[in-house]
């Protein structure tokens, strides 16, 4: 008989939380409940006065649904919830300023850059996967973070069904396909299914993907951002130490609106633009081999001479990438000497160069 969400339930009411008496179940602690083919994962939300000191609560909950038959995998985060929080708008809570956030690294990860956009639509995670893979054929080691907890796309766009292992220390082990390290949540829930999480879950998701997955060793950590500068964004940007962001946009002015909104986002948290990428660029017809603007030309090189920006390169609307994409074959894959493969090349071939000059120690003056 498959595992259910009652099955864990049933066991997860039987741990006490110390300081109520009441069981977490009760309590209604246990947010984010996911089952699938006998992988578990949830969140243990504690109020915020109870914090970190919570973690031996977490540890034993997550024991308590490892010793359920049938269980093979168990992924249980801890999140504070500010019972006070909604006595307040969105608007009138405070955030701490960006400077007094502590940025941490990714063990083993030299460098870890977010691909964003202002807005959804404009091809981010095709741009995201197929960089990733240009970085992994120019000789770097590369991982690939699909962050968008809501609309995971790296399970479609790298044709990825299975579950992922863990190994020495319960650490969760990447898959690795094209070469890639990869991680997405999408590996853990069904293509139809919904995370409804609420912001301080997300979060802790996102930390713990960054924290718990043994990437090393890696030179480049690609981190495919969600649409927009919510949560997920700003908790990236705030605790972890990025090398740089890539922002892509199309070309028409929708759509840089919002590109210049993630660029001011990434300004503001003193994240480095590497630079911007125009994608669905240009459309040449296969019949009559015309050239066609359908969603303008060269806004993006544009907005990045105007806001001193690198400017990427341009990617073409061509419907081989949209066709290999959905299949899971990325054109980085099936056609690495392609046209469209040499132009995310050139992207990759900058970003790395970027990479190389944030890592360059200053000179020293020596006085002898």
């Not at 409940?33 to 109870?50: C, K, T």
């Not at 590109?259 to 990428?277: H, N, S, Y």
């Not at 001479?305 to 959905?326: M, T």
Request: with cysteine; aromatic share 4%.
């Amino acid at each position: 008989m498959a595992l259910s969400r009652d099955d864990v339930l049933r066991a997860l009411d039987q741990v006490i939380d110390p300081v109520s008496g009441r069981s977490v179940v009760q309590q209604d602690m246990i947010q984010g409940l996911v089952v699938r083919d006998g992988h578990v994962g949830f969140a243990l939300e504690v109020p915020a006065a109870q914090g970190r000191a919570a973690e031996p609560l977490r540890a034993e909950v997550e024991a308590a649904a490892k010793a359920i038959s049938g269980v093979l995998s168990v992924t249980a985060v801890l999140t504070a919830h500010d019972e006070g929080a909604h006595q307040h708008s969105a608007s009138s809570r405070a955030r701490p300023a960006p400077e007094a956030q502590a940025k941490q690294g990714v063990e083993g990860v030299k460098h870890v850059i977010a691909v964003a956009s202002g807005k959804g639509g404009v091809g981010k995670s095709t741009v995201a996967v197929n960089l990733a893979l240009a970085l992994s054929k120019s000789g770097l080691k590369t991982g690939l973070l699909d962050a968008d907890i809501y609309g995971p796309s790296v399970p479609r766009l790298l044709d990825i069904h299975k579950k992922p292992d863990t190994g020495p220390g319960k650490r969760i082990l990447p898959i690795e396909k094209y070469g890639l390290k990869t991680m997405s949540l999408g590996f853990i829930m069904r293509e139809e299914e919904a995370a409804i999480w609420r912001g301080p879950i997300v979060q802790s998701a996102l930390m713990q993907f960054l924290t718990q997955v043994e990437w090393s060793p890696l030179d480049v950590l690609v981190v495919d951002m969600p649409p927009g500068t919510g949560d997920i964004a700003l908790t990236l940007t705030q605790r972890v130490a990025l090398a740089g962001a890539v922002i892509v946009s199309t070309p028409q002015d929708l759509a840089l609106i919002d590109a210049r909104k993630a660029i001011a986002m990434f300004q503001k948290v003193r994240v480095p633009i590497l630079g911007l990428v125009e994608n669905m660029s240009t459309f040449i017809c296969s019949g009559c081999g015309r050239r066609h603007e359908i969603f303008g030309h060269g806004g993006a090189r544009a907005t990045a001479e105007a806001l001193g920006a690198p400017f990427l390169g341009e990617i073409p609307l061509v419907a081989k990438i949209r066709e290999l994409s959905d299949a899971g074959t990325p054109v980085m894959v099936t056609e690495p000497d392609g046209p469209e493969a040499a132009a995310f090349a050139e992207v990759a071939k900058k970003v790395a160069a970027a990479l190389e000059t944030t890592q360059r120690p200053a000179p020293k003056i020596v006085l002898e």
